[in-house]
């Protein structure tokens, strides 16, 4: 049993939410659904609260109202292998309102932050070679979605 998991206060969508995360990514599933009964601040039925998991990562998610809402001071970082991942999990994070940031930042349709990086990103932001880093950081930052090859050509560019 994991013993911290992220906590993440939606204002009625939670179980949306949970539902389209799951279908996202590999190894994910609903845990369980608490629903509000009679008399509770949401309709009866709806639910309160979802415990799900991320490829392999436990979260919760309350239905809790409009009293809070997401800020970019937290975001679930992706890990993907390759363009073709990044672009799918981009894709479908972004779908259905979403909206792109900067550098692999991106807002999903309830204002969700997250980071969609390939491996390529982190190895070429760390070459032994400053100018090769700093090309690629250079490129990284006229970006939204993460393009491997751009910042592959940008890093081997000549100086």
Not at 87 to 93: E, G, N, Q, T
């Amino acid at each position: 049993m994991q013993t911290i998991s992220p906590f993440l206060w939606f204002d009625g969508q939670a179980e949306q939410a949970a539902e389209r995360y799951v279908e996202i990514f590999p190894n994910s599933h609903i845990v369980s659904v608490a629903r509000y009964g009679e008399g509770a601040p949401q309709p009866a039925g709806t639910a309160m609260s979802v415990s799900f998991v991320l490829d392999g990562v436990e979260v919760q998610a309350l239905n809790g109202g409009p009293l809070y809402s997401f800020t970019e001071a937290f975001s679930f970082y992706v890990n993907v292998p390759d363009q073709a991942e990044c672009d799918r999990v981009w894709d479908a994070l972004i779908a259905d309102g979403g909206e792109p940031g900067q550098c692999g930042w991106l807002k999903d349709q309830w204002g969700l932050s997250w980071q969609v990086i390939p491996e390529a990103l982190p190895e070429l932001l760390s070459d032994p070679d400053p100018g090769r880093a700093g090309r690629a950081l250079n490129a990284l930052l006229t970006m939204t979605k993460i393009d491997v090859a751009a910042l592959h050509a940008a890093a081997d560019a000549a100086a």
